[in-house]
């Protein structure tokens, strides 16, 4: 529990950061126009699919008893397909919507 909290100390302003980025990018999604979201869609497959690269890095050079380095790096694999699953599906089905009707 003390190295959780000296972590917190030492990393205080890379959390502030980190937590004035979330800010950031919720005030700029809010403002993205409906006919937007199928390319941002695509970005944020794009983005995912680094995040499940990434992850799968820190997994493999972590400790093996080092079980936060290997449950975050899990949990963001798993959140990572499921965000890259999920938007190809939302992307999919937005472009059946242009495709003409064969009747």
Do not use: C, W
């Amino acid at each position: 529990m003390n190295e959780i909290f000296e972590l917190l100390k030492n990393n205080l302003q890379l959390i502030y950061i980190l937590i004035l980025v979330i800010f950031i990018g919720i005030e700029v999604i809010k403002h993205i126009p409906a006919v937007l979201h199928t390319p941002l869609m695509s970005g944020a497959n794009a983005l995912s699919g680094v995040v499940i690269v990434g992850a799968i890095l820190v997994m493999l050079n972590s400790d093996p008893d080092d079980y936060i380095a290997l449950g975050l790096g899990f949990m963001a694999v798993v959140l990572g397909i499921i965000n890259v699953v999920g938007g190809f599906a939302v992307t999919n089905r937005m472009l059946q919507m242009f495709k003409k009707n064969k009747n």
